[in-house]
Protein backbone atom coordinates (compact mmCIF):
# COMPACT_ATOMS: atom_id res chain seq x y z
CA UNK A 1 0.00 0.00 0.00
CA UNK A 2 1.19 3.99 -0.01
CA UNK A 3 3.13 5.28 2.41
CA UNK A 4 1.06 8.54 1.30
CA UNK A 5 1.59 11.45 3.21
CA UNK A 6 -2.03 12.40 5.18
CA UNK A 7 -3.23 15.44 7.13
CA UNK A 8 -6.19 15.80 9.21
CA UNK A 9 -9.39 16.24 7.31
CA UNK A 10 -11.33 19.01 8.61
CA UNK A 11 -15.24 19.89 8.50
CA UNK A 12 -15.53 23.43 9.59
CA UNK A 13 -19.07 24.02 10.20
CA UNK A 14 -20.16 23.09 7.30
CA UNK A 15 -23.96 23.09 6.18
CA UNK A 16 -25.15 21.25 2.91
CA UNK A 17 -28.75 21.82 1.83
CA UNK A 18 -31.43 18.97 0.45
CA UNK A 19 -34.52 20.15 -0.74
CA UNK A 20 -36.21 22.08 2.35
CA UNK A 21 -33.55 20.42 5.04
CA UNK A 22 -30.34 21.70 6.07
CA UNK A 23 -27.58 20.14 7.93
CA UNK A 24 -24.33 20.97 9.94
CA UNK A 25 -21.59 19.35 10.87
CA UNK A 26 -18.78 20.34 12.47
CA UNK A 27 -15.63 17.76 12.76
CA UNK A 28 -11.83 17.19 12.69
CA UNK A 29 -10.58 13.60 11.76
CA UNK A 30 -6.78 12.95 12.48
CA UNK A 31 -4.96 10.60 10.30
CA UNK A 32 -5.30 7.22 11.09
CA UNK A 33 -8.72 8.36 13.09
CA UNK A 34 -11.99 7.10 12.35
CA UNK A 35 -15.08 8.07 12.55
CA UNK A 36 -18.66 6.63 12.72
CA UNK A 37 -21.25 9.34 11.37
CA UNK A 38 -24.65 7.48 12.87
CA UNK A 39 -27.96 8.88 13.12
CA UNK A 40 -31.61 8.02 11.57
CA UNK A 41 -32.63 7.81 7.95
CA UNK A 42 -32.80 11.03 6.43
CA UNK A 43 -30.35 12.80 8.71
CA UNK A 44 -28.43 13.71 6.13
CA UNK A 45 -25.32 11.21 6.41
CA UNK A 46 -25.07 10.77 2.94
CA UNK A 47 -25.26 14.29 1.94
CA UNK A 48 -22.61 15.36 4.53
CA UNK A 49 -20.25 12.38 3.41
CA UNK A 50 -21.37 14.11 -0.20
CA UNK A 51 -20.00 17.54 0.79
CA UNK A 52 -16.39 15.80 1.90
CA UNK A 53 -16.34 14.20 -1.84
CA UNK A 54 -17.30 17.40 -3.61
CA UNK A 55 -19.84 15.81 -5.07
CA UNK A 56 -23.09 17.92 -2.91
CA UNK A 57 -22.38 21.72 -2.58
CA UNK A 58 -21.95 23.57 0.71
CA UNK A 59 -23.83 25.75 1.39
CA UNK A 60 -21.24 27.56 3.85
CA UNK A 61 -18.33 26.10 6.03
CA UNK A 62 -15.25 24.33 4.81
CA UNK A 63 -13.41 21.93 3.87
CA UNK A 64 -9.91 20.48 4.20
CA UNK A 65 -7.75 18.04 4.56
CA UNK A 66 -4.05 18.28 5.61
CA UNK A 67 -4.07 22.40 6.11
CA UNK A 68 -5.19 22.63 2.12
CA UNK A 69 -8.72 23.77 1.43
CA UNK A 70 -10.95 21.63 -0.90
CA UNK A 71 -14.73 23.67 -0.07
CA UNK A 72 -15.29 27.07 1.11
CA UNK A 73 -15.51 30.49 -0.15
CA UNK A 74 -12.23 31.06 -2.13
CA UNK A 75 -11.88 27.82 -3.01
CA UNK A 76 -13.34 24.34 -4.66
CA UNK A 77 -10.87 21.53 -5.55
CA UNK A 78 -13.11 19.14 -7.95
CA UNK A 79 -13.95 15.72 -6.54
CA UNK A 80 -11.00 13.69 -8.91
CA UNK A 81 -8.23 16.08 -7.51
CA UNK A 82 -9.12 15.49 -3.67
CA UNK A 83 -7.58 12.66 -3.44
CA UNK A 84 -10.78 10.88 -1.27
CA UNK A 85 -11.16 7.52 -1.81
CA UNK A 86 -15.35 7.13 -1.30
CA UNK A 87 -17.46 4.54 -1.17
CA UNK A 88 -20.59 5.40 -2.38
CA UNK A 89 -23.73 3.83 -0.95
CA UNK A 90 -25.27 2.98 -4.43
CA UNK A 91 -21.61 1.48 -6.21
CA UNK A 92 -21.66 3.97 -8.79
CA UNK A 93 -19.08 1.65 -10.73
CA UNK A 94 -18.53 1.91 -14.70
CA UNK A 95 -20.92 -0.39 -16.00
CA UNK A 96 -19.06 -1.46 -18.96
CA UNK A 97 -15.42 -1.47 -17.50
CA UNK A 98 -14.52 -4.83 -15.73
CA UNK A 99 -14.14 -5.07 -12.08
CA UNK A 100 -10.32 -5.03 -12.47
CA UNK A 101 -10.77 -2.07 -14.77
CA UNK A 102 -13.14 -0.27 -11.99
CA UNK A 103 -10.39 -0.63 -9.06
CA UNK A 104 -7.48 0.27 -11.52
CA UNK A 105 -9.17 3.60 -12.80
CA UNK A 106 -8.57 5.75 -9.67
CA UNK A 107 -4.53 4.52 -9.86
CA UNK A 108 -4.78 5.59 -13.81
CA UNK A 109 -6.12 8.74 -12.78
CA UNK A 110 -3.26 9.47 -10.06
CA UNK A 111 -0.42 8.64 -12.90
CA UNK A 112 0.41 4.93 -12.03
CA UNK A 113 1.44 3.44 -15.21
CA UNK A 114 -1.19 0.64 -16.45
CA UNK A 115 0.52 -2.39 -15.99
CA UNK A 116 1.29 -1.46 -12.20
CA UNK A 117 -2.56 -0.12 -11.55
CA UNK A 118 -3.85 -3.05 -13.45
CA UNK A 119 -1.22 -5.58 -11.10
CA UNK A 120 -1.97 -3.54 -7.73
CA UNK A 121 -5.83 -3.86 -8.73
CA UNK A 122 -5.54 -7.40 -9.21
CA UNK A 123 -4.54 -7.79 -5.71
CA UNK A 124 -6.82 -5.84 -4.33
CA UNK A 125 -9.56 -8.36 -6.14
CA UNK A 126 -8.10 -10.60 -4.47
CA UNK A 127 -8.06 -9.03 -0.79
CA UNK A 128 -11.80 -8.92 -1.37
CA UNK A 129 -12.42 -12.36 -2.40
CA UNK A 130 -13.15 -11.36 -6.05
CA UNK A 131 -10.01 -12.60 -8.03
CA UNK A 132 -12.60 -15.03 -10.20
CA UNK A 133 -14.68 -11.93 -11.29
CA UNK A 134 -11.85 -9.71 -12.24
CA UNK A 135 -12.28 -9.64 -15.66
CA UNK A 136 -16.63 -9.45 -15.35
CA UNK A 137 -18.02 -6.82 -16.85
CA UNK A 138 -19.15 -4.45 -13.85
CA UNK A 139 -23.04 -4.30 -14.92
CA UNK A 140 -23.06 -8.43 -14.75
CA UNK A 141 -21.71 -8.06 -11.00
CA UNK A 142 -23.88 -8.82 -8.17
CA UNK A 143 -25.07 -6.21 -5.20
CA UNK A 144 -22.30 -7.63 -2.76
CA UNK A 145 -20.02 -8.30 -5.33
CA UNK A 146 -19.83 -4.55 -6.68
CA UNK A 147 -19.70 -3.23 -3.05
CA UNK A 148 -16.81 -5.08 -2.82
CA UNK A 149 -15.56 -3.72 -6.52
CA UNK A 150 -15.99 -0.10 -5.04
CA UNK A 151 -14.35 -1.25 -1.29
CA UNK A 152 -10.95 -2.00 -3.74
CA UNK A 153 -11.73 0.68 -5.67
CA UNK A 154 -11.68 3.44 -2.93
CA UNK A 155 -8.83 1.94 -0.85
CA UNK A 156 -6.08 0.96 -4.19
CA UNK A 157 -6.07 4.50 -5.07
CA UNK A 158 -3.73 5.56 -2.23
CA UNK A 159 -6.49 8.02 -0.98
CA UNK A 160 -5.39 10.92 1.48
CA UNK A 161 -8.68 9.83 3.25
CA UNK A 162 -11.37 7.44 3.13
CA UNK A 163 -15.29 8.29 3.22
CA UNK A 164 -17.77 5.05 3.48
CA UNK A 165 -21.29 4.95 3.08
CA UNK A 166 -22.78 1.76 4.43
CA UNK A 167 -20.11 -0.09 3.17
CA UNK A 168 -21.11 -3.60 4.22
CA UNK A 169 -24.97 -3.44 3.80
CA UNK A 170 -25.32 -5.38 0.53
CA UNK A 171 -22.75 -8.05 2.22
CA UNK A 172 -24.19 -11.76 3.22
CA UNK A 173 -23.01 -12.65 6.14
CA UNK A 174 -20.54 -14.91 5.32
CA UNK A 175 -18.49 -11.87 3.89
CA UNK A 176 -19.29 -9.72 6.10
CA UNK A 177 -17.32 -9.92 8.76
CA UNK A 178 -14.01 -10.84 6.60
CA UNK A 179 -14.45 -7.94 4.65
CA UNK A 180 -15.27 -5.66 7.63
CA UNK A 181 -11.46 -7.15 9.39
CA UNK A 182 -9.99 -6.48 5.52
CA UNK A 183 -11.22 -2.96 5.80
CA UNK A 184 -10.16 -2.04 9.41
CA UNK A 185 -6.68 -3.69 8.44
CA UNK A 186 -6.28 -1.66 5.96
CA UNK A 187 -7.61 1.62 7.21
CA UNK A 188 -4.63 0.92 9.90
CA UNK A 189 -1.99 0.31 7.37
CA UNK A 190 -3.64 3.48 5.19
CA UNK A 191 -3.27 5.66 8.23
CA UNK A 192 -5.44 8.17 6.80
CA UNK A 193 -8.76 10.23 8.53
CA UNK A 194 -11.65 7.93 7.85
CA UNK A 195 -15.66 8.86 7.93
CA UNK A 196 -17.57 6.04 8.37
CA UNK A 197 -21.79 6.00 7.53
CA UNK A 198 -23.39 3.61 9.43
CA UNK A 199 -26.30 1.95 10.99
CA UNK A 200 -24.71 -0.90 12.58
CA UNK A 201 -23.75 -0.90 16.54
CA UNK A 202 -20.91 -3.68 15.67
CA UNK A 203 -19.12 -2.01 12.71
CA UNK A 204 -19.06 0.87 15.47
CA UNK A 205 -17.39 -1.25 17.94
CA UNK A 206 -15.03 -2.87 15.27
CA UNK A 207 -14.04 -0.35 13.08
CA UNK A 208 -14.74 3.48 14.83
CA UNK A 209 -12.25 5.14 17.04
CA UNK A 210 -15.26 7.76 18.02
CA UNK A 211 -18.86 7.96 16.90
CA UNK A 212 -20.44 11.22 15.92
CA UNK A 213 -24.49 10.90 16.14
CA UNK A 214 -26.40 13.28 14.13
CA UNK A 215 -29.57 14.22 15.64
N1 LIG B 1 -30.28 14.90 -4.47
C1 LIG B 1 -31.12 15.30 -3.52
N2 LIG B 1 -31.87 16.41 -3.67
C2 LIG B 1 -32.71 16.83 -2.71
N3 LIG B 1 -32.89 16.18 -1.55
C3 LIG B 1 -32.18 15.07 -1.34
C4 LIG B 1 -31.26 14.56 -2.31
N4 LIG B 1 -30.69 13.44 -1.82
C5 LIG B 1 -31.23 13.25 -0.60
N5 LIG B 1 -32.12 14.23 -0.32
C6 LIG B 1 -32.89 14.39 0.92
O1 LIG B 1 -31.97 14.84 1.91
C7 LIG B 1 -32.24 14.25 3.17
C8 LIG B 1 -30.99 13.57 3.68
O2 LIG B 1 -30.68 12.44 2.89
P1 LIG B 1 -29.37 11.59 3.12
O3 LIG B 1 -29.35 10.50 2.10
O4 LIG B 1 -28.19 12.49 3.20
O5 LIG B 1 -29.65 10.98 4.57
P2 LIG B 1 -28.96 9.76 5.35
O6 LIG B 1 -28.78 10.22 6.75
O7 LIG B 1 -27.75 9.32 4.62
O8 LIG B 1 -30.11 8.66 5.27
P3 LIG B 1 -30.05 7.04 5.25
O9 LIG B 1 -29.64 6.61 6.64
O10 LIG B 1 -31.47 6.68 4.93
O11 LIG B 1 -29.08 6.64 4.17
C9 LIG B 1 -33.41 13.31 2.95
O12 LIG B 1 -34.58 13.94 3.40
C10 LIG B 1 -33.42 13.09 1.46
O13 LIG B 1 -34.74 12.86 0.99
Known amino acids: MSGQVSGTLEVRDAVVRRGEFEVRLDLRIGPGEVVALTGPNGAGKS ?7 GLVPLVSGEVALGGAVLDGEAAFVPPERRGVGLVP ?6 GHLTALENV ?13 A ?6 WL ?12 AD ?16 ASRPRAVLLDEP ?3 LDIRVRDDVRRLVRDALVELGVPALLVTHDPAEVDQLATREVRLA
Open 168 to 170: FAA
Open 126 to 137: DRLGLADRAQLR
Open 89 to 94: QQHLLF
Open 104 to 116: AYGLRARGVHRRE
Open 140 to 155: RLSGGQSQRVAIARAL
Open 47 to 53: SLLGAVA
Open 118 to 123: RAEAGE
